[in-house]
């Protein structure tokens, strides 16, 4: 049987493959480049990108790595050697947590608290509990992706850092997001940064690169954190593809950030006034939300792989179980290719979805069907 997979024409998923092709790709970054442009050094690409972001967050230095996986275990790194510390506080939803194997304590011998409720922000009394402990360092994700992009309020975020500082522990930021997370602030990027220690920020989310990170932070805690970048193999020379594939929307996407974040709000908007389907938060405080149906999730898939087929419309990127299997959700993040869909067609679509999934829910809820031969089908 051969197997194809099927054309995605349009998406409502921000890492689509539409908008990620390599010759688009390598075309704008033809763009950026002349034939005097070196591959390394201090007028290379990496160099540039690294001084352009140090600037914006208003750090004295910043550092390209391949992966926020490996930039954020560095930091953490550095700030447990610095303070002989391994405990660190972050969400029970962190990313660290829950998609890295557990890296900060298989690599680096660093264990987590866990700090707050799953399913909400962590609160200034979290943290108070969670210092009890001396921390090398507490980890905030602005937003917290998996609850659908949540933010808190600048004081209240304000408060927690304090409270972490107070207790000799530094304070870093999971920025893979914080593109997104600046158009709620209404804040310079330098004065949100400002709050921490160590920023890491992703070149490929809504900055929309191929892969990477970047991290900044002062000069010293820099050099330490390319020790260990060499260390880990992440020193690669010759980077400056992944580079100039970030630096390419550096200035448009950033700008875009509002547009995206109002246009968000008005199809979370048009998905609850209908009620078929629920959006959270309400409104989105970011251009990501998630998208609550009242279907279970196996039979949510198979309708979202018929629309793909069907239509090439792509919904997600994947779909989130819940605790009531009766239910499920998707993340929204809206960027360009999210922005091509009204919020009256997004709410068609979701009728839509929801009628197919309902079929194929009782097409599996009739196992007398299942168990007859396939002739009698
Ligand atoms: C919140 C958050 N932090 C960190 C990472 C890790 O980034 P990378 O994929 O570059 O390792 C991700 C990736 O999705 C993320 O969403």
Redesign the pocket.
């Known amino acids: 049987m051969v197997h194809t997979t099927p054309l995605v024409r349009r998406s409502l998923f921000l890492h689509a493959p539409i908008r990620r092709k390599p010759r688009l790709v390598l075309a704008q970054m033809l763009e950026l480049v002349d034939d005097d442009t070196p591959p390394d050094g201090p007028d290379g690409p990496v160099a540039v990108l690294e001084r352009r972001l140090a600037d914006l967050l208003g750090k004295e230095a910043a550092l390209f790595f391949p992966?926020?996986?490996m930039a954020?275990q560095v930091a953490l790194r550095v700030h447990a050697d610095r303070r002989g510390r391994r405990a660190f506080a972050a969400h029970p939803q962190s990313?660290l947590d829950i998609?890295e194997e557990q890296g900060y304590n298989a690599v680096h011998g660093l264990w987590l608290r866990r700090t707050g409720d799953p399913h909400e922000l962590m609160t200034a009394a979290d943290l108070a509990a969670a210092v009890s402990e001396p921390l090398a360092a507490a980890v905030w994700?602005l937003p917290q992706?998996d609850l659908g992009g949540l933010l808190p309020e600048w004081e209240d975020l304000r408060e927690q850092v304090e409270l972490v500082r107070a207790a000799g522990a530094a304070a870093h930021l999971?920025g893979?997001?914080l593109w997104e997370a600046q158009t709620y602030y209404r804040r310079p990027f330098d004065q949100i940064a400002a709050l921490f220690d160590t920023v890491y920020v992703?070149l490929y989310?809504s900055l929309q690169g191929v892969?990477g990170?970047v991290l900044a932070a002062d000069a010293a805690t820099i050099r330490t954190a390319q020790v260990w970048r060499q260390r880990l193999g992440g020193g690669i020379r010759d980077a400056w593809p992944l580079a100039l594939a970030a630096l390419v929307h550096l200035d448009d996407l950033t700008a875009r950030m509002p547009a995206y974040r109002e246009h968000a709000i008005a199809i979370a908007a048009a998905i609850n006034a209908d009620g078929a389907a629920r959006a959270h938060p309400t409104p989105p405080q970011t251009p990501l939300f998630h998208i609550h149906l009242p279907v279970p999730k196996r039979a949510v898939e198979q309708a979202g792989a018929e629309i793909l087929a069907e239509h090439g419309i792509q919904l997600w990127g994947r779909v989130r179980s819940a605790p009531d299997p009766g239910r499920c959700s998707f993340e929204v993040s809206v960027g360009e290719n999210a922005m091509e869909f009204t919020p009256d067609e997004v709410v068609a679509l979701i009728r839509d979805l929801l009628a197919r999934a309902e079929t194929a829910r009782h097409r599996t809820l009739r196992p007398d069907r299942q168990s007859e031969p396939p002739n009698m089908r």
């Open positions: 992966s926020g996986t954020q990313h998609w994700e992706r999971d893979a997001r992703s989310k892969r990170a």
